[in-house]
């Protein structure tokens, strides 16, 4: 089967001109909104130690919810191939970006923390060996030049009586 080719279109407006847009560092926020069709305007800004407004989302946290969301996807899909019923599913994503003396900087690394509850019955050791099959189909983690680390917790689901 040929490889797919799939284009993702976001449009980004920067909405931080004050008055007198870029004449310095301080007269311009960071604030943005990105929309693509008919979803939702997210509202965007850069980290608030960066000048950024501290109630929008910055693209380091987008690229933490990005890497989570993805693997939250494949897992729930090779769960349900492999049989898993999956009935409740968390993370607590982490993201640490090293900033350099010069101003620019990159991730170091991203830990995600999946809390993820089963329905009875279910393969708790082969649903906690899953997250690690995911780091070779999520598309998100496989396009990072950082590692990706996973620490799950699978939790057996409590069956109710009838």
């Known amino acids: 089967m040929a490889n797919k080719e799939h284009r993702y279109t976001v449009r980004l407006d920067w909405t931080g001109n004050l ?3 870029t004449s310095s560092y301080r007269s311009y926020s960071r604030d943005h909104i990105l929309n693509t069709g ?9 980290d608030p130690a960066f000048r950024g407004d501290p109630a929008r989302w910055n693209p380091e ?15 729930l899909h090779l769960c349900s191939a492999a ?12 993201g640490v970006m090293v900033e350099e003396p010069d101003g620019a900087g990159q991730f170091a690394a991203i830990v995600l923390r999946p809390r993820v509850t089963l329905a ?3 393969d708790a050791e082969k649903a906690l060996a899953l997250h690690h099959d995911v780091a070779d189909k ?3 983690a496989r396009s990072v030049n950082f590692p990706i680390h996973h620490e799950p917790v699978v939790e057996a689901g409590i069956e109710e009586a009838i």
């Open 120 to 122: 009875p019955g279910s």
């Open 138 to 140: 999520c598309f998100i």
């Open 83 to 94: 049989g898993i019923t999956v009935t409740a599913y968390s993370d607590e994503a982490e």
């Open 19 to 21: 008055g007198t847009g």
């Open 61 to 75: 946290e987008m690229l933490v919810a990005s890497v989570s969301a993805c693997h939250q996807l494949w897992y």
């Open 38 to 46: 008919t979803k939702p305007t997210i509202p965007g800004s850069s």
